[in-house]
C-alpha cells in the first residue's frame, strides 16, 4: 500500500513529548507519526522500571503499526545528562580525557550506554566532535574532549565504539564544529569566519575521521561564509548539508538538525519555512525539542512546501530511505545486543568513573593546597566561596561529614568578612562577566593566599586565574566529581 503524503511527512520528524506523555492519550504521534521522540530530564520519572514501561508504550504503538520508534537523549555525560538519576552517569569529555586512555572511555561509553539501551533508548546525540579552541565558547566547553583535533578524534572514536557495543546509534556533533565560537547557537547564530584550509585541519577533522563509521551526525546552526551559503546556518544552507557532508566527505547516514527551536536559525526563520528549507538543504530528520505546536507547524510547512512544488518529493524520498534504514538499524541493534552478557551491578560503573575524576584532578602549588588542608583537618577557619549556592552546599556537605568547619559565602560576603583560609569555587558554564572579574580581583588582593577550585570551565580568563596562590581543575561538577575533589582536598593534608 503506497504511504500518504501525511505519514511520509512525519517520517523526517523528531519531537519532544507532551507532559503527559506516559498516561495520556497518544493522540500525539497518532497526528504527526514521527520517525522518532528525543527525552528530557523533565520527560523522566524518578524510578527507571517506570521510565522503561513509558517508553515501552511508546514502542508499543510503533510496533501495532510495523515500525520501530527511535527514541533519542542528549547523553553525553557531565552535565549534559538527561537520565542522571536512573543510570550511572560518566564525567565530562574533557574530564574523560583528562583521566584516563581512549581504551578505557569505549568501555565507559559502552557501560553507560547499555544502561540506557535497558531503559528503552536507541538514539544517543553523542559524542561531541567539536574542537573546543576558544577559551570564551559559551556551549561546548567542556562538552568538547579537548583544544586540538589530536585530543578529540582518538576519544570521540572511542565513545563512538562504546557506544555501538552497546546498541545504542550514535550521533556526531555539532557539524561542521562548533568549538571556535563565542555565541551560543541556542540564543544566537554564531559565524565561523576561518578560511577552509584552517577548517580542514580543525573542525572538519574528527568529522572527516569518524564520519565513515557514524550512522547519523548532527548539523550545527551556525553559518560557514567559507564553506557555505552566506550567512545561512548551516542546517540550512546546501553548499553544507549536501556539497560539503554528501558530495566531498562521503556521509552516506542520516543528517539531523540540532534542534529547530533554537535562536540560531527560529530568530529568522518561521517552523515551516525553517522545516522545509532545512529538508531542501540536505538535512534528514528535524530534531523538535520544545512545545508541539512548534512541530505541527513544521509539519505544515513541509506540506505546503512539497504540494507547491517548493520542495521536491525525490528529496522527501531520500530523507525517509535514510531514517527509515536507521531505524532498522536500531533495531538491528537491539537483537545484536541480546547476545551480551547481563549488566553488571550499577556500583561497579560508578567505581569506575571514580577512580577516573580522581585521576582528572589537576592541580599546581600543591604545598598551598596541602596548607589550606591541613587547616581544614585541624579546625581552623575555611570558606568556600562562590556564586553557585547549590554547588557550594553539596560541598559544605561532603566537608561536614568528616567534621570539617566550613562558611559558605558569595566573593561579596567574603570582602566584608575576616581573611581566612579561603577557596574559591567556580563552575561556570560561560566566561565571567567583567563586574565578576573585578570582584575576584579585589577578593585576591584582599586575601592573596586564596586559592581557586575551577570544576567546570577549563579556560579560565588568564588574567583572573593568574591572581590565585593555587589552582585546581577538574572539567565536572558531576557528584561523583565532586566526592573525588572533597576526598583529594583531605588527604593532602597527610602528604609530603
Not at 63 to 69: H, K, V
Not at 73 to 82: K, L, R, S
Not at 315 to 332: F, G, K
Request: charged share 25%; proline share 6%.
Amino acid at each position: 500500500m503506497a504511504m500518504s503524503l501525511d505519514a511520509r511527512i512525519g517520517r523526517v520528524l523528531m519531537v519532544a513529548p507532551p507532559p503527559d506523555w506516559r498516561r495520556g492519550a497518544l493522540t500525539w504521534l497518532d497526528s504527526l507519526q514521527p520517525a522518532g521522540v528525543i527525552l528530557f530530564r523533565r520527560h523522566l520519572p524518578d524510578d527507571p522500571e517506570d521510565a522503561r514501561a513509558a517508553i515501552a508504550r511508546l514502542q508499543a504503538w510503533a510496533s501495532e503499526r510495523g515500525e520501530t520508534l527511535l527514541v533519542a537523549m542528549d547523553e553525553e555525560g557531565g552535565f549534559v545528562a538527561q537520565a542522571s538519576h536512573l543510570v550511572p552517569t560518566p564525567p565530562s569529555a574533557r574530564a574523560l580525557a583528562w583521566g584516563t586512555q581512549p581504551h578505557t572511555v569505549a568501555d565507559v561509553y559502552q557501560r553507560y550506554g547499555r544502561r540506557l539501551r535497558a531503559l528503552g533508548m536507541n538514539l544517543d546525540f553523542a559524542p561531541v566532535c567539536d574542537v573546543n579552541n576558544n577559551p570564551r565558547n559559551p556551549v561546548i566547553g567542556v562538552r568538547s574532549f579537548g583544544s586540538e583535533p589530536d585530543a578529540v578524534v582518538p576519544y570521540a572514536a572511542a565513545a563512538q565504539k562504546g557506544l555501538d557495543a552497546a546498541g545504542v546509534l550514535s550521533c556526531l556533533k555539532h557539524f561542521p564544529g562548533h568549538g571556535d565560537t563565542d555565541v551560543d547557537s541556542h540564543l544566537a547564530r554564531p559565524t565561523l569566519l576561518h578560511e577552509r584550509a584552517r577548517l580542514d585541519a580543525i573542525e572538519l577533522r574528527p568529522f572527516r575521521e569518524l564520519l565513515g563509521d557514524s550512522p547519523s551526525v548532527m548539523v550545527a546552526h551556525l553559518a560557514c561564509p567559507r564553506l557555505g551559503d552566506a550567512d545561512l546556518p548551516a542546517t540550512l544552507s546546501p553548499r553544507v548539508a549536501t556539497t560539503l557532508l554528501r558530495d566531498e566527505l562521503g556521509f552516506e547516514g542520516v543528517a539531523v538538525t540540532d534542534a529547530m527551536e533554537m535562536q540560531g536559525v527560529a530568530a529568522e526563520y518561521d517552523p515551516g519555512e525553517a522545516a522545509a528549507r532545512a529538508l531542501q538543504a540536505g538535512c534528514d530528520l528535524l530534531l523538535h525539542c520544545a512545545e508541539l505546536d512548534l512541530a505541527e507547524k513544521a509539519y505544515e510547512g513541509l506540506r505546503r512546501a512539497l504540494e507547491s512544488g517548493e520542495l521536491a518529493a525525490a528529496r522527501l524520498e531520500e530523507a525517509t530511505s535514510r531514517v527509515d534504514r536507521l531505524r532498522a538499524l536500531a533495531v538491528a541493534r537491539a537483537d545484536q545486543l541480546q547476545a551480551v552478557h547481563p549488566l553488571g551491578e550499577p556500583e561497579q560503573d560508578r567505581r569506575l568513573y571514580g577512580e577516573i575524576c580522581r585521576a582528572a584532578l589537576r592541580l599546581d602549588n600543591k604545598p598551598a593546597w596541602q596548607m589550606w588542608s591541613r587547616t581544614l583537618r585541624s579546625g581552623g577557619a575555611v570558606h568556600l566561596v562562590g556564586w553557585d549556592d547549590e554547588l557550594l552546599g553539596a560541598l559544605h556537605r561532603r566537608l561536614q561529614a568528616h567534621d570539617a568547619v566550613v562558611r559558605v559565602m558569595s566573593p561579596e560576603a567574603a570582602l566584608e568578612v575576616e581573611p581566612a583560609a579561603t577557596v574559591v569555587v567556580m563552575a561556570e558554564r560561560r566566561p565571567l562577566d567583567a563586574g565578576n572579574v573585578r570582584r575576584l580581583r579585589s577578593l585576591a588582593e584582599r586575601q592573596p593566599a586564596a586559592l581557586l577550585a575551577n570544576l567546570l570551565t577549563p579556560e579560565v580568563d588568564a588574567p583572573v586565574e593568574s591572581l590565585f596562590a593555587a589552582r585546581m581543575r577538574s572539567a565536572d561538577r558531576s557528584h561523583i566529581m565532586l566526592d573525588a575533589v572533597v576526598e583529594r582536598w583531605l588527604e593532602m593534608a597527610e602528604e609530603r
